[in-house]
């Protein structure tokens, strides 16, 4: 059976591309960069140009780019190093909605002393700025705010609040895992501090993130050691993974603008679909402000685990917000903050595409959705006559 | 990706006994919408007082509805005596067993079956009501309910009764209490799960008592609120006073006078000292939309 994969916002497939660039650096160039001999200092070479390449995806400087082993440390990083640089404030203000990368660390900083304030969302997951305003004072240290949400795509007015939050001096960090390669980014032209990225999730390998950091910003290090990333992050460098992440990012760059037009037309096509053909279903999030890959769609009455098994049945890799799926008792925090109805949350399925998939693969199923929930409707005691 | 059985797999994708069946004679209803299952179970007897047709309607995930279909399988042919000695386990053990965090889903098959007896018992009006006293007020499970999954499978965890029915895994406020029924039950068996739970040893300094009271507070009351997307932040403490301030959802909540006293005001008396009094702090309280969100 083929597999159909819908679970882009989990993590991607390795360009074929990227792992072509990478493959050399493990048995034959495997040489430590930090190295004096010619050996392992051609490999720091390679490291500058992935660096570059990074850049260039989010046109900045190179210098301006640190290694990182995944989103989460790049998050942990920025978070914890800006607090270390600034010991005199004590506030942080985040979302209810972000990863648990950015939220389960924030509020560990509670126990530490800190004041986090977690902004709230409307129905269709936006924030009010002026609320955010209302917070920042000058005992705030850092603000934190994801580019794009990973559950229901919605994308944040970061631009806005970076400037926002630039005018009242303080550090402005965005989680931005799942925004990179999706949509273009210009910090050259963006009053951001600090932002995430991880590799998987654009094509890159697991194990390999980035952490872009403005020049002038101060953040002490997290991951303390050798000299590495001009000491601000030690650690000899993951050289393959880094390769591949320059790889990616080329790629993305020369690609995100047609890709994204397809990859918009699948995902629309699939969604206005299911949208059409299965009663009692809801779109979760902002329809017009959305990362162009992912739809979040409830269905009433049925389980998003439940589902999920139909559709593995047929090959269909999807995401579910339900506490079936998520390991706790409790449905999706973020279908939750947007006062998503429990009822509706524990039925959420999330398609998140990428350049990978085809028309053939949405069709099917666009033709397999009606029937899984046709199935589990029967069975619910929820639906009068099934 | 749980690892099901292909028991559990079979009845998940063609489960047996779907419906409901017309003026049954036994009716049991369990879970909601809200707490991820519901289960409808429905029986008829023949002639002889055996179980002729169950069948059942279920809201839930896989193991849910695996279970519901092969509880239904068992019953047929029993007489209610027989039927009332099926335990969680059972239905568990005839799929061949359930990942450990499905458990749950065992215990709700025996609680529909519980109440549809029940409910015939009664001559079809009783309908199934909680006894005891609630102690997961997230999923709604009472004492009697927790002391009978810790009997029935031998359980000695906070996070195994979790497992079996749900209760702690919501806001996680009543483990502690989890923990003492399970202390009851099993004794030394009992593993201890908040082993730094702060517990009052004796005279306080005033700094000691103010760091056990911010303590309890992370640890004892904020993950409760926060369940609910609300916070609370100390501000004061003057001899027995304790300040504090309700933020996010707590701020703007109709039962925060409710979670003052009954789960500020009550985790400081039990893990500080009983003097303790609560209030809230002026400011605080005079400007809710001032509150964090």
Redesign the interface.
């Known amino acids: 059976m083929k597999t159909i994969y819908f679970d882009n916002n989990a993590t991607t497939k390795v360009a074929e591309e990227v792992l072509k660039e990478m493959k050399p650096f493990f048995c034959d160039l495997y040489g430590n960069p930090s190295s004096m001999h010619t050996f392992g200092g051609q490999i720091s070479r390679k490291i500058r140009n992935a660096r570059e390449q990074v850049a260039n995806l989010l046109s900045c400087d190179p210098a301006e780019i640190i290694f990182t082993s995944c989103g989460t440390e790049s998050d942990n990083a920025a978070i914890k190093g800006t607090l270390a640089a600034a010991p005199k404030k004590r506030k942080v203000i985040t979302t209810r909605v972000e990863h648990p990368a950015v939220l389960s660390v924030c509020r560990d900083l509670e126990n530490h002393g800190y004041t986090v304030i977690e902004l709230g969302v409307d129905k269709k997951g936006n924030l009010d700025l002026d609320q955010l305003e209302e917070q920042i004072d000058d005992d705030t240290a850092l603000v934190t705010i994801m580019y794009a949400n990973n559950e229901t795509g919605v994308i944040f007015p970061v631009e806005k609040i970076a400037e926002l939050v630039k005018s009242k001096g303080t550090i402005f960090h965005t989680d931005a895992v799942q925004a990179v390669g999706k949509i273009p980014l210009n910090l050259s032209k963006s009053n951001i501090d600090l932002l995430s990225l991880s590799g998987h999730k654009l094509h890159a390998p697991k194990g390999v993130g980035a952490l872009y950091v403005r020049k002038g910003t101060r953040l002490h290090p997290f991951m303390v050691g050798g000299h590495q990333e001009a000491g601000k992050r030690a650690g000899t460098e993951n050289v393959p993974g880094i390769v591949g992440l320059g790889k990616a990012c080329q790629l993305a760059a020369k690609n995100i603008k047609e890709e994204n037009e397809r990859v918009k037309y699948l995902r629309d096509k699939l969604e206005n679909a299911i949208l059409r053909k299965c009663p009692d279903c809801i779109l979760n999030g902002d329809k017009k402000n959305r990362l162009p890959n992912t739809a979040n769609i409830s269905f009433k009455y049925i389980e998003g685990e439940a589902i999920l098994l139909m559709l593995d049945k047929y090959g269909i890799c999807a995401s579910s917000g339900s506490a079936c799926t998520s390991g706790s008792l409790e449905p999706s925090h973020v279908l939750r903050a947007m006062g998503v109805p429990f009822t509706a949350a524990h039925g959420s399925i999330r398609f998140s595409l990428s350049r990978y998939n085809t028309e053939k693969e949405v069709d099917y199923t666009i033709e397999k959705m009606p029937q899984i929930v046709k199935k589990l409707r029967k069975l619910s005691p929820f639906v009068e006559k099934g | 990706m749980?690892e099901y059985t292909d028991k559990v797999k079979e009845h998940?994708?063609n489960?047996h006994n779907?419906g409901e069946i017309e003026h049954p004679d036994g009716v049991g209803?369990v879970g909601s919408?809200?707490c991820?299952?519901?289960?409808?179970l429905t029986f008829k007897l023949d002639e002889n007082g055996k179980i002729k047709d169950a069948k059942f309607?279920?809201?839930?995930?896989?193991s849910?509805?695996a279970t519901s279909s092969v509880l239904t399988d068992m019953l047929k042919g029993l007489t209610i005596d027989e039927a009332a000695k099926i335990t969680n386990k059972d239905i568990a053990d005839y799929l061949g067993g359930l990942p450990e965090?499905k458990m749950h889903c065992s215990v709700m098959g025996r609680e529909a079956l519980e109440a549809a007896i029940e409910n015939y018992r009664s001559g079809g009006r009783k309908k199934r009501e909680l006894e005891g006293t609630v102690v997961c007020t997230?999923?709604g499970v009472t004492e009697n309910e927790i002391e009978r999954v810790i009997r029935e499978n031998n359980l000695t965890t906070v996070e195994q009764v979790?497992n079996y029915c749900?209760a702690g895994?919501?806001c996680g406020g009543c483990q502690g209490e989890i923990e003492k029924i399970l202390e009851k039950i099993q004794g030394d068996k009992a593993g201890k799960v908040l082993e730094t739970a702060p517990r009052w040893a004796g005279r306080l300094t005033n700094i000691q008592k103010i760091q056990l009271i911010q303590q309890t507070i992370?640890e004892q009351i904020?993950p409760a609120l926060?369940?609910h997307?609300g916070?609370i932040?100390l501000i004061d403490v003057e001899g027995d006073k304790v300040i504090v301030a309700f933020r996010?959802m707590c701020a703007q909540c109709m039962l925060a006078e409710f979670t003052m006293k009954d789960v500020v005001e009550a985790k400081l008396r039990e893990f500080v000292s009983d003097e303790i009094s609560v209030e809230e702090d002026e400011d605080s309280a005079q400007q809710p939309h001032?509150h964090?969100?």
């Open positions: 749980w998940f994708f489960p779907v209803e919408l809200a991820g299952d519901a289960l409808r309607k279920t809201f839930g995930c896989a849910a509805i965090q997230c999923f979790t749900k895994g919501g992370n904020r926060r369940a997307g916070n932040e996010g001032n964090r969100a």
